[in-house]
Every structure is written in C-alpha cells, then in structure tokens.
C-alpha cells in the first residue's frame, strides 16, 4: 500500500563509460602545469633534501667538488622544467642562475637515466639526453650519475621515481 495517492516513476541513472570520471592529466602535463606556479623557495625546498640525500656518499667523498661555483642546467624539455644546481659547502642547491653546461632530454630518457632502466652512455649515444656548453662538466656529472650502482631509485626519492614510471606508462 502506497502513501502516496500517486505513483511516481523512480529512475537512477546507470553509470556508463561516457559518464565515468575523467582519468587525471598525465604526469608531465601535470608538472608543465605546475611548475611555473611553484616559487622557488618551495621548489629548494623540496629537491634540495632529496638530492642530498640520494648523494650523500659521492658529496661526502667530494666527488661533487668539480661543481662547486659552477652550475649545472638539467633541462626537461617536453615538461618545460629547468633545475639549475650548484654546490655550496658540499650541498648540491637549486640557484636561478643557468648553467655553464646543460644536459637536455625528455621526462622519459631522465627517468630512465634516474631508474638505471637504460644504459646512460647509450641514451647520450642515441642523442635522446644532449650536452650543451661547457661538455667537460656536463660529461663530469654524467659520469658521476653512471657511478651510482642503483641509478638515482633509492630512498624516498627512489619511490617517487618508480612511482612516476609507473604513471608515464599511459603519458
């Protein structure tokens, strides 16, 4: 028995694909998104622990030492991002000025030269990653990075690193 004095039709929508939610942007378009927005002191602030962290053995061995007052551009191109490091009292840090030698590349060839999933000398050989200016000291931090046994995938910085791999499968 009804309440109502009247039936009222009761319908509920039934989820298709065109309705479904949509899938989040892909991550070098959310970085290209959010790295301009970002100031600069948040930016130190996050990269510069994860990259002395990564680097604490080679900085605290002075392998580093070569950079120290120079400046090293690492150019994401497809994403828009520049890091621009040096070293000051054995800490890599993020500074505005533009490196005296650049390594240039796509979000994917830095991931696989971070994750070790590529050879680095081939990824150079192919001229997937580029060396720009001053050739010695970009080939001096290449070489540092080939040293690192694991690649950069260790720690924390290691697990945002897998992390993004698994996400750039659909990018």
Do not use: H, Y
């Not at 009222?8 to 039934?14: I, M």
Request: glycine share 8%.
């Amino acid at each position: 028995m009804s309440l109502l004095p009247f039936s009222v039709p009761v319908s509920f929508p039934v989820p298709t694909q065109s309705s479904s939610l949509p899938l989040p942007p892909a991550p070098s378009r959310l970085i290209a998104l959010l790295d301009p927005r970002v100031p600069f002191a948040i930016k130190r602030r996050l990269v510069e622990p994860l990259l002395n962290r990564t680097f604490a053995a080679p900085l605290e061995e002075g392998e580093f030492d070569a950079l120290e007052g120079r400046r090293i551009t690492l150019a994401i191109d497809d994403v828009g991002v520049a890091l621009n490091l040096t070293l000051e009292s054995q800490r890599l840090v993020l500074c505005r000025e533009v490196g005296e030698a650049t390594i240039r590349g796509g979000w994917r060839e830095f991931l696989c030269l971070a994750t070790r999933r590529e050879d680095p000398d081939s990824l150079f050989f192919q001229r997937r990653l580029l060396i720009e200016g001053d050739t010695e000291l970009g080939l001096m931090l290449k070489n540092l990075l080939d040293g690192c046994e694991e690649g950069l995938a260790q720690g924390r910085l290691g697990e945002v690193l897998m992390g993004l791999e698994r996400l750039t499968r659909r990018d």
